[in-house]
């Protein structure tokens, strides 16, 4: 089955500045990478999707970069504000199939 | 967009008792939602997927008869935890796929949080 990775596991930038969280995954049929956004105690969030048919996505402040022959994808935030602080899951399947989740990355964005 | 509803959102219940929990798609018809437990400081872990009309495909180390699932309807799925214990305290968050869109993004409820005293 799939499995994936995601580094670091905290990260903490200035605000102001830039954060990357990196994922790995082993499935090279999976097609479809989201990224949720999970606040403390709240549901995950939607925040970016991408599919392996595209390099690379933007929403505004936030990116996503998928390299399929190196099976990893990235997620950027760039002009970090304090609300983006929260926990962040990347996750990766292949069609129909179930997301496979990474183990998360806690953002703490200092003032 | 597509919402999610999950209740109830918190349940504090003594050792040995049955908690249901439901997960509603409110303006989606949704063939397939998933039931992940997510511990402290955690990822989310899948625990079965649960499919409308037939059933559920539990993953491995999850006791079907511990956590029983019903997907009747397409705007419908139910968790129960069977007698239930301290060990079964932790966050269940339920997902949707919208049927329509084929392979899309999976919606969240917003979780319940389970405590058994």
């Known amino acids: 089955g799939e499995n994936v990775e995601q580094h670091p596991s905290t990260l903490s930038v200035q605000e102001g500045d830039s954060a990357v969280i990196k994922c790995t995954y082993s499935?090279?049929?999976?097609?479809?990478f989201p990224w949720y956004k999970q606040e403390l105690g709240k549901r995950p969030q939607l925040i970016i999707d991408i599919r392996s048919n595209v390099g690379e996505k933007k929403d505004q402040r936030i990116a996503v970069t998928l390299n399929k022959t190196a099976k990893h994808f990235s997620l950027h935030i760039t002009e970090t504000q304090p609300e983006d602080s929260a926990v962040y899951f990347c996750?990766?399947?292949?069609?129909?199939?179930?997301?496979?989740f990474g183990t998360g990355t806690r953002l703490t964005i200092i003032p | 967009g597509a919402v999610v509803s999950q209740h109830p959102s918190w349940v504090i219940c003594k050792s040995g008792t049955s908690v249901k929990i439901e997960c509603r798609s409110l303006?989606?018809?949704?063939?397939?939602m998933f039931w992940y437990r997510q511990f402290p400081k955690q990822s989310l872990m899948l625990m079965a997927t649960?499919?409308?009309?037939?059933?559920?495909?539990?993953e491995q180390g999850v006791e079907k008869d511990k956590f029983l699932i019903n997907h009747a309807s397409l705007t419908l799925s139910t968790l129960t935890v069977t007698s239930a214990h301290p060990e079964d305290s932790s966050f269940y968050i339920c997902s949707a796929r919208d049927g329509g869109q084929g392979s899309g993004p999976q919606h969240f409820g917003d979780g319940t949080r389970l405590s058994i005293l």
């Open positions: 649960s499919n409308e009309g037939s059933k559920a495909t539990y």
């Open positions: 996750a990766a399947k292949f069609g129909n199939e179930k997301l496979t």
């Open positions: 303006d989606f018809q949704a063939t397939t």
């Open positions: 499935d090279s049929a999976s097609n479809y």
